[in-house]
C-alpha cells in the first residue's frame, strides 16, 4: 500500500498559514485525483484544495475550524482503494454489527501522475510552473488548453498562467497525451510546482475519473433539490447545454468550481440549471455531489426553475443583471451594464488603491518653453527616421531630462523600506504605455542613466511594440526607481499621477500647445510671441521629498528641456 500525505499548501509569497474551513471528504470516502479534497481559507482568498492522488481518505489530522502552518500535515490518502484498510467509523447506511463493504474498484483506472515509466501510462514527462522573471516566485493557472486524455504536440499551447505582472501561455515541453492535471484553474502555485504530466508513450490514459457524473458517490448524497411548484402551464422546458463552457462566475457573481463546470460540460447541464440548483457547499456553492444528484435525477422529474423566474415577473432577454438587487434595476428601467474586470484592470486597481494608502500624495507643477525642442525635432525627425528605423517622438527627451535631474535631486530615485530610505544608484525609468482603452503598464528603460537620446529611443520604442503585443517578459515590468508618464500624448494639458509602488516620484508630461507668451528681455523690453508651452506635474512622496525637493527638481528639469537647441546635433 501506498500512502500520500496532504499538506496544506502555500497560496502565495506571503501566505504563511491556512485555516481549514470545510471538509468536502471525509475518512472512508474514495476521492479522484484532482477532485476537491476540502477547503481552505487565508487573509488573501477562500478556495478548494484538489486531492494529490486519487484512493481512500483514510485519516483527517486537522479539524474543521483550526489554522495551521502551511507545509502541516492535514490529510493521509491510500492509494490502493482495493486493500485500503478504512479507520474510520461504520457509515450511517451499515448497521454497526454487519462488517463495512469492501469499496468497490474504479470504473477506470485514475489518471497516471508519476513522471517515471513504471505507471500505466508509460514514460512521463513533468510540467512544471515556469519561472517568469528573476524575482517571480509564484504563479496562477488561468485556463488549461488541454484536457487529461488529450493529444499534444511539441511546443502546442498547453495553458495558460499569470504572474502579478503578466500573463503568458505555457507551450509543452514534449508531444504524447496530457495524462494528469495536478493544478486546476485559479490555483497559485510556486514556481517550480508540478502542475502537469505529459505521457510520451503511445497508450492513451483514460481522463480523470472525476469528471465521470455518472460514477456514484461513496459520501452521502444530499437530497436532491425539489423542483419549485408552478402550475403545469408555467414550466417551460430548461435547455440542456449547448457545449458553450461554464463560465467561473455566474451573472449574479455565483462562482462555479473547475470540477463543477468539468462535470457540467460533459453531462450537457446548461449555466440555467446551475443557477437553479441550491448549493449544500459554503455560501451555497454549488458542489460535485449535488450536481451529481441533480444529473442522477434529472431524467425522471423536471428540472427547477430559477427563482428569480417565480419570485419575480420575467425579465425580457436583453436586461443586462445586475450585481445590486434586481428590484433596483427593474425600478430604474434595467439600463445598467455589468462589466466584469478583466485581470489587468484588477491589478491596476488594487495597485493604485494600495500606492494612495501607502504614500502621502503631493503634486507641483512647472511650465515649460519648448518651442526649441519642438523645432529641434522637426529638423532632426526625417533623417532620424531613414537612418535609425523608428519615429523620433518626444519620450525619449523627456526621459533623458528627468534623469539629469534625478542625478542631482537623488532622493526621487530611491524607495522607502520601514523606517529607511533606499536611494538607488541605477537610473530604470518606467515609461507609461496604454494598452488600448484597457488598461496601462509601465515596462521599464534599465539603465536609462548610460544611454543618449538615441538609445532611450530605441529602448522606448521597443518596449511601447512589447507592451501592445503582449510580449513583454515579466522583468521589463518591474525594478523601475522614476517613472514618466506622458498624458500630453493623449490630448491632456497636465494630470496627477499616481506613484508606481514602491517609488517615490513620477513625472507626468502634459500636451505641447502653441499660446501668445510674454518674453522678458532686459535689452529690449518684453515682448508677446508664439510659443509652443507645455506643463509637467511631480507627483512625490511628502514622507520623504518635501516641496522645495520638488521645486528643485522641476527646476533642474526645465532647464534641461528648454537647452534643446533648435540647430543643435541630435545624439
Same mark, same amino acid.
Given at each position: 500500500?501506498?500512502?500520500?500525505?496532504?499538506?496544506?499548501?502555500?497560496?502565495?509569497?506571503?501566505?504563511?498559514?491556512?485555516?481549514?474551513?470545510?471538509?468536502?471528504?471525509?475518512?472512508?470516502?474514495?476521492?479522484?485525483?484532482?477532485?476537491?479534497?476540502?477547503?481552505?481559507?487565508?487573509?488573501?482568498?477562500?478556495?478548494?484544495?484538489?486531492?494529490?492522488?486519487?484512493?481512500?481518505?483514510?485519516?483527517?489530522?486537522?479539524?474543521?475550524?483550526?489554522?495551521?502552518?502551511?507545509?502541516?500535515?492535514?490529510?493521509?490518502?491510500?492509494?490502493?482503494?482495493?486493500?485500503?484498510?478504512?479507520?474510520?467509523?461504520?457509515?450511517?447506511?451499515?448497521?454497526?454489527?454487519?462488517?463495512?463493504?469492501?469499496?468497490?474498484?474504479?470504473?477506470?483506472?485514475?489518471?497516471?501522475?508519476?513522471?517515471?515509466?513504471?505507471? +500505466?501510462?508509460?514514460?512521463?514527462?513533468?510540467?512544471?510552473?515556469?519561472?517568469?522573471?528573476?524575482?517571480?516566485?509564484?504563479?496562477?493557472?488561468?485556463?488549461?488548453?488541454?484536457?487529461?486524455?488529450?493529444?499534444?504536440?511539441?511546443?502546442?499551447?498547453?495553458?495558460?498562467?499569470?504572474?502579478?505582472?503578466?500573463?503568458?501561455?505555457?507551450?509543452?515541453?514534449?508531444?504524447?497525451?496530457?495524462?494528469?492535471?495536478?493544478?486546476?484553474?485559479?490555483?497559485?502555485?510556486?514556481?517550480?510546482?508540478?502542475?502537469?504530466?505529459?505521457?510520451?508513450?503511445?497508450?492513451?490514459?483514460?481522463?480523470?475519473?472525476?469528471?465521470?457524473?455518472?460514477?456514484?458517490?461513496?459520501?452521502?448524497?444530499?437530497?436532491?433539490?425539489?423542483?419549485?411548484?408552478?402550475?403545469? +402551464?408555467?414550466?417551460?422546458?430548461?435547455?440542456?447545454?449547448?457545449? =458553450?463552457?461554464?463560465?467561473?462566475?455566474?451573472?449574479?457573481?455565483?462562482?462555479?468550481?473547475?470540477?463543477?463546470? =468539468?462535470?457540467?460540460?460533459?453531462?450537457?447541464?446548461?449555466?440555467?440549471?446551475?443557477?437553479?440548483?441550491?448549493?449544500?457547499?459554503?455560501?451555497?456553492?454549488?458542489?460535485?455531489?449535488?450536481?451529481?444528484?441533480?444529473?442522477?435525477?434529472?431524467?425522471?422529474?423536471?428540472?427547477?426553475?430559477?427563482?428569480?423566474?417565480?419570485?419575480?415577473?420575467?425579465?425580457?432577454?436583453?436586461?443586462?443583471?445586475?450585481?445590486?438587487?434586481?428590484?433596483?434595476?427593474?425600478?430604474?428601467?434595467?439600463?445598467?451594464?455589468?462589466?466584469?474586470?478583466?485581470?489587468?484592470?484588477?491589478?491596476?486597481?488594487?495597485?493604485?488603491?494600495?500606492?494612495?494608502?501607502?504614500?502621502?500624495?503631493?503634486? =507641483?507643477?512647472?511650465?515649460?518653453?519648448?518651442?526649441?525642442?519642438?523645432?529641434?525635432?522637426?529638423?532632426?525627425?526625417?533623417?532620424?527616421?531613414?537612418?535609425?528605423?523608428?519615429?523620433?517622438?518626444?519620450?525619449?527627451?523627456?526621459?533623458?531630462?528627468?534623469?539629469?535631474?534625478?542625478?542631482?535631486?537623488?532622493?526621487?530615485?530611491?524607495?522607502?523600506?520601514?523606517?529607511?530610505?533606499?536611494?538607488?544608484?541605477?537610473?530604470?525609468?518606467?515609461?507609461?504605455?496604454?494598452?488600448?482603452?484597457?488598461?496601462?503598464?509601465?515596462?521599464?528603460?534599465?539603465?536609462?542613466?548610460?544611454?543618449?537620446?538615441?538609445?532611450?529611443?530605441?529602448?522606448?520604442?521597443?518596449?511601447?511594440?512589447?507592451?501592445?503585443?503582449?510580449?513583454?517578459?515579466?522583468?521589463?515590468?518591474?525594478?523601475?526607481?522614476?517613472?514618466?508618464?506622458?498624458?500630453?500624448?493623449?490630448?491632456?494639458?497636465?494630470?496627477?499621477?499616481?506613484?508606481?509602488?514602491?517609488?517615490?516620484?513620477?513625472?507626468?508630461?502634459?500636451?505641447?500647445?502653441?499660446?501668445?507668451?510674454?518674453?522678458?528681455?532686459?535689452?529690449?523690453?518684453?515682448?508677446?510671441?508664439?510659443? =509652443?508651452?507645455?506643463?509637467?506635474?511631480?507627483?512625490?512622496?511628502?514622507?520623504?521629498?518635501?516641496?522645495?525637493?520638488?521645486?528643485?527638481?522641476?527646476?533642474?528639469?526645465?532647464?534641461?528641456?528648454?537647452?534643446?537647441?533648435?540647430?543643435?546635433?541630435?545624439?
Amino acid at each position: 500500500m501506498a500512502k500520500v500525505e496532504v499538506s496544506m499548501p502555500k497560496m502565495g509569497e506571503s501566505i504563511t498559514e491556512g485555516t481549514v474551513i470545510e471538509w468536502i471528504k471525509q475518512p472512508g470516502d474514495t476521492v479522484e485525483m484532482d477532485e476537491a479534497l476540502l477547503e481552505i481559507g487565508t487573509d488573501k482568498v477562500d478556495t478548494e484544495v484538489p486531492s494529490p492522488a486519487a484512493g481512500v481518505l483514510t485519516e483527517i489530522k486537522v479539524e474543521e475550524g483550526a489554522t495551521v502552518d502551511v507545509g502541516t500535515i492535514i490529510a493521509v490518502i491510500e492509494t490502493e482503494a482495493s486493500e485500503a484498510v478504512v479507520a474510520a467509523a461504520p457509515t450511517p447506511e451499515a448497521p454497526a454489527a454487519t462488517p463495512v463493504a469492501e469499496a468497490p474498484a474504479p470504473s477506470a483506472p485514475a489518471p497516471a501522475a508519476a513522471p517515471s515509466g513504471d505507471g +500505466a501510462a508509460g514514460e512521463g514527462v513533468d510540467v512544471l510552473m515556469p519561472k517568469m522573471g528573476e524575482s517571480i516566485m509564484e504563479g496562477t493557472v488561468i485556463v488549461w488548453h488541454k484536457q487529461p486524455g488529450d493529444e499534444i504536440e511539441l511546443d502546442e499551447t498547453l495553458l495558460e498562467i499569470a504572474t502579478d505582472k503578466v500573463d503568458t501561455e505555457v507551450p509543452s515541453p514534449a508531444a504524447g497525451i496530457v495524462a494528469a492535471i495536478l493544478v486546476p484553474e485559479g490555483d497559485t502555485v510556486e514556481v517550480g510546482t508540478r502542475i502537469a504530466v505529459i505521457s510520451t508513450s503511445g497508450a492513451a490514459p483514460v481522463k480523470a475519473a472525476a469528471h465521470k457524473a455518472q460514477e456514484p458517490a461513496t459520501a452521502p448524497v444530499p437530497t436532491p433539490v425539489a423542483p419549485v411548484p408552478v402550475a403545469p +402551464a408555467a414550466v417551460a422546458p430548461v435547455p440542456s447545454g449547448d457545449g =458553450s463552457p461554464i463560465p467561473r462566475f455566474g451573472p449574479l457573481g455565483e462562482f462555479f468550481s473547475p470540477l463543477v463546470r =468539468s462535470i457540467a460540460e460533459k453531462e450537457g447541464v446548461s449555466l440555467q440549471e446551475l443557477q437553479a440548483l441550491s448549493g449544500s457547499g459554503r455560501e451555497n456553492r454549488i458542489t460535485k455531489a449535488d450536481l451529481v444528484a441533480y444529473v442522477q435525477n434529472r431524467g425522471s422529474q423536471p428540472a427547477a426553475a430559477p427563482a428569480a423566474a417565480v419570485a419575480a415577473p420575467p425579465i425580457a432577454p436583453a436586461d443586462p443583471v445586475s450585481f445590486e438587487p434586481t428590484q433596483v434595476a427593474q425600478a430604474a428601467g434595467s439600463r445598467v451594464e455589468i462589466i466584469k474586470m478583466d485581470r489587468m484592470r484588477q491589478i491596476i486597481a488594487e495597485h493604485m488603491t494600495r500606492s494612495k494608502a501607502t504614500s502621502a500624495h503631493v503634486t =507641483s507643477f512647472a511650465e515649460i518653453d519648448v518651442t526649441n525642442l519642438v523645432r529641434f525635432r522637426e529638423a532632426n525627425k526625417g533623417g532620424f527616421l531613414q537612418r535609425e528605423g523608428i519615429k523620433l517622438t518626444y519620450t525619449p527627451f523627456f526621459v533623458y531630462a528627468a534623469v539629469e535631474a534625478l542625478k542631482d535631486h537623488p532622493i526621487l530615485n530611491s524607495s522607502v523600506q520601514g523606517q529607511e530610505v533606499h536611494v538607488r544608484k541605477d537610473y530604470h525609468v518606467g515609461i507609461a504605455v496604454a494598452i488600448g482603452k484597457t488598461g496601462l503598464v509601465a515596462p521599464v528603460i534599465r539603465n536609462a542613466g548610460q544611454m543618449n537620446v538615441i538609445g532611450l529611443a530605441h529602448a522606448a520604442n521597443d518596449l511601447a511594440n512589447r507592451a501592445r503585443s503582449k510580449q513583454l517578459l515579466p522583468d521589463q515590468l518591474q525594478g523601475g526607481t522614476f517613472t514618466v508618464t506622458n498624458v500630453g500624448s493623449l490630448g491632456s494639458t497636465m494630470g496627477t499621477p499616481i506613484i508606481n509602488q514602491p517609488q517615490v516620484g513620477i513625472l507626468a508630461t502634459g500636451a505641447i500647445k502653441k499660446r501668445p507668451v510674454v518674453i522678458e528681455d532686459p535689452n529690449f523690453g518684453d515682448t508677446i510671441a508664439i510659443r =509652443s508651452m507645455m506643463y509637467v506635474s511631480l507627483s512625490y512622496d511628502h514622507r520623504i521629498v518635501d516641496g522645495a525637493m520638488a521645486s528643485s527638481f522641476l527646476r533642474r528639469y526645465t532647464d534641461v528641456m528648454e537647452a534643446f537647441g533648435p540647430h543643435g546635433e541630435l545624439r
